[in-house]
């Protein structure tokens, strides 16, 4: 029987490659969409697909149960996957701005995995992979609330590793720089829904420094690498008799990784600021 496994935000981008590359290898994939029509379109494909929203804990109970019975009771793993933007300055992001995207990036994303984990725990084995990102362990500016959703995400994930030492089940990170992905597109309309920047103190900043970064096709990343890159860590971690608990994917991970550790706190502020 083949394996399977679960994964979230596979509407495009890095989710999508993801869901294809397994399916390639022999994978049972679940192939999960917030929207009704995304699922639709990796159904026409071949995927195997059913709505998926973080966002809903109706959803994440449902969806979570979908994997688990269609594979006839067991789950060999989890990729927590999707996940959205809201840019913008710290001190403009509202409350519910904030409660909306850790709902989506960080209460869904637990939620989901310790539903899946009884059932790894009954089986056997399982094998749980967070993406998460380099601005899971440095900051940037204007990125405030996904900074602290891959923060959050990145602590409980450390603790969870360590609380699975003595099971047969693994959890991994995986943490990419800039990958081809739609995540800036997805942001403006989160962006235009809760910031109001221009009753901001730091008007002109947005001006002159997020809008167009926002808004203008600047093309790729001279360090962009296409979502296949995470797809090759993604095997690892899921394949590999001995996952690793990080892996790093895009040349700024690997630089921010060893900035970190070699400098001190103001003067990593002070290349962080410098963009």
Known sequence: MSRSVLITGCSSGIGLDAARTLKSRGWRVFATCRREDDCAALIA?????FPLDYESGESVAEGAGEAVDRAGGTLDALFNNGAWA???AVEDLPRDGLRAIFEANVFGWMDLTNRVIPVMRAQGHGRIVMNSSVLGFVPFAWRGAYVGTKHAIEGLTDVLRIEMRGTPIRVSLIEPGPVTTMIRRKAIPNFERW???????LAERYEAELMKRLYEDRGSDRFELPPSAVSAKLVHALESE???PRYYVTTPTYMMGALKRVLPTRALDWVLARG
């Open 242 to 244: 001995r996952p690793r």
């Open 86 to 88: 809201l840019p913008g």
């Open 195 to 201: 910031i109001d920047w221009r009753r901001s103190a």
């Open 45 to 49: 494909e071949g995927l195997e697909s």
